[in-house]
């Protein structure tokens, strides 16, 4: 059974730091892109980041850029969103998903699998 288990939300105050991680079991995920969505109270599912499956290529939504980084480590099938300077705009339940395809996408159809999601809220 494939799985993708965020783990590293919490409550943190505005300009501070958290690092998301996503885990992968049931499959290797190291051929595969992957990416971080956020769904904040009372709105739909956004793109935040994206990765390729050897990091060659990585996406990030404007609202993050230059803030959060993406990365991933294939041999331990885990990837991750380092998340600085945050904003109460950021908080959300944060999504880790991973594709069929190699490539990056911030397009939330195209990815195959999710996990359940790590929930972030930044104080003011």
């Known amino acids: 059974q494939v799985q993708l288990v965020e783990s590293g939300g919490g409550l943190v105050q505005t300009g501070g730091s958290l690092r998301l991680s996503c885990a992968a079991s049931?499959?290797?995920?190291?051929?595969?892109?992957m990416g971080w969505f956020r769904q904040a109270p009372g709105k739909e599912r956004e793109f935040v980041a994206s990765?390729?499956?050897?990091?060659?290529?990585?996406y990030y939504a404007d609202s993050v850029k230059g803030r959060f980084t993406i990365s991933r480590d294939n041999a331990k099938n885990t990837m991750s969103l380092q998340m600085n300077s945050l904003v109460p705009e950021d908080t959300a339940i944060y999504y880790c998903?991973?594709?069929?395809?190699?490539?990056?996408?911030?397009?939330?159809?195209?990815?195959?699998?999710w996990g359940q999601g790590t929930p972030v809220t930044v104080s003011s």
């Open positions: 049931g499959r290797t995920f190291s051929s595969n892109g």
């Open positions: 998903a991973a594709r069929v395809r190699s490539a990056a996408s911030y397009r939330q159809s195209s990815y195959d699998y």
């Open positions: 990765i390729s499956w050897n990091s060659d290529s990585t």
